[in-house]
């Protein structure tokens, strides 16, 4: 992450839910209020986005957004909705479950905490960020329930998460949580994940849950997606974003104790979760863990 401009990563998923939305082949898969709360971002945060959010709308930009992909991350649009779609449906189900307490870590410019918000009357929610992106969602959201609704800045890779703010912000640790860390912990040193784990862990009561996206290890090392160009490297890079950790599955399993892995769903799952999907590209490589205190 730099540390004075949001990140870039969460600028560009906030544009492909914009885009896809309309996009008559997936408009089904972001809701209006996710596309509307994305645009308001993009719409706010700098003439440049602002001029970028005119073009996303535009049909003739579908195309080229396409060929775009096919050189960078071929199937990363469909890959961000199924993921976001995958995890709200975990999360509702924590919700309905008895979880009053919703932590999104790494929130970016997602808009599920203000759907979410808007859905559960009886629920509280936290979310965290790089002070450098959070700025600007709570610049662009002035407006928003303070009483239900907390917004805390922490730079993960150069301090611990920060207990004591969360719980000051009225985070209570004897109720039940669900936490969320989509798109998050590759940004993450293997040492900053496992203290993050066992962290979180240590604020939970049990029949918490913990939803997290990570980085599967290819077989020669490498984290990145399965169709990710050089390009892409050079970029998250440059950004000041690149990817730092990735695992195997069996390695998580050890790693998360003393949560305990209840799921995994890959890119095989998510192409099951709507119709109509088969023979689309879909990126490979992130894969969804769901995990209970
Ligand atoms: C790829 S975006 C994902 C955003 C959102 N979770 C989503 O999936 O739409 C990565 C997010 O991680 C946050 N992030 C990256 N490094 C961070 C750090 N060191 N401390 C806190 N947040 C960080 C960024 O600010 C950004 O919001």
């Keep these: 992450m730099q540390n004075d401009q949001a990140s870039r990563t969460a600028l560009l998923i906030a544009a492909s839910l914009v885009l896809l939305h309309r996009d008559p082949k997936y408009s089904d898969l972001v809701s209006k209020t996710a596309a509307d709360l994305c645009a308001q971002i993009l719409d706010a945060h700098s003439a440049r986005t602002r001029l970028f959010l005119k073009i996303v709308r535009q049909d003739w930009f579908r195309p080229i957004a396409k060929l775009t992909e096919r050189i ?21 189900s924590a919700v309905i479950n008895g979880a009053k307490q919703v ?8 808009p599920l905490s203000f759907e979410l918000h808007q859905e559960f009357q009886g629920v509280h929610f936290w979310e965290i960020d790089h002070p450098a992106t959070q ?9 928003i329930d303070a009483e239900r609704l907390h917004f805390v800045g922490m730079d993960l890779s150069t301090t611990a998460f920060d207990s ?21 912990l590759m940004y993450l040193t293997l040492e900053r994940v496992s203290s993050l784990m066992r962290t979180l862990k240590s604020l939970s009561v049990p029949g918490s849950r913990f939803v997290f996206t990570f980085m599967e290890k290819q077989r020669d090392g490498r984290i990145r997606f399965d169709s990710q160009s050089k390009l892409v490297d ?15 599955r069996s390695e998580l399993v050890d790693l998360v104790r003393p949560w305990q892995v209840v799921r995994f769903s890959d890119h095989d799952d998510l192409r099951e979760l709507t119709s109509g999907l088969a023979g689309e590209p879909l990126a490979k490589g992130e894969v969804i863990c769901l995990a209970e205190a």
């Design 234 to 248: 050079w970029w998250l890079c440059r950004r000041g974003e690149p990817f730092l950790w990735g695992t195997t």
């Design 135 to 143: 700025h600007y969602k709570v610049r662009t959201f002035s407006k």
């Design 103 to 110: 932590v999104i870590i790494g929130a970016g410019f997602d």
């Design 72 to 92: 960078t991350i071929r199937g990363i649009l469909l890959h961000y909705v199924l993921r976001k779609k995958c995890i709200a449906d975990l999360v509702r």
């Design 164 to 184: 004591e703010a969360l719980i000051k912000n009225s985070f209570d640790s004897t109720e039940r949580a669900v936490w969320i860390a989509e798109g998050l």
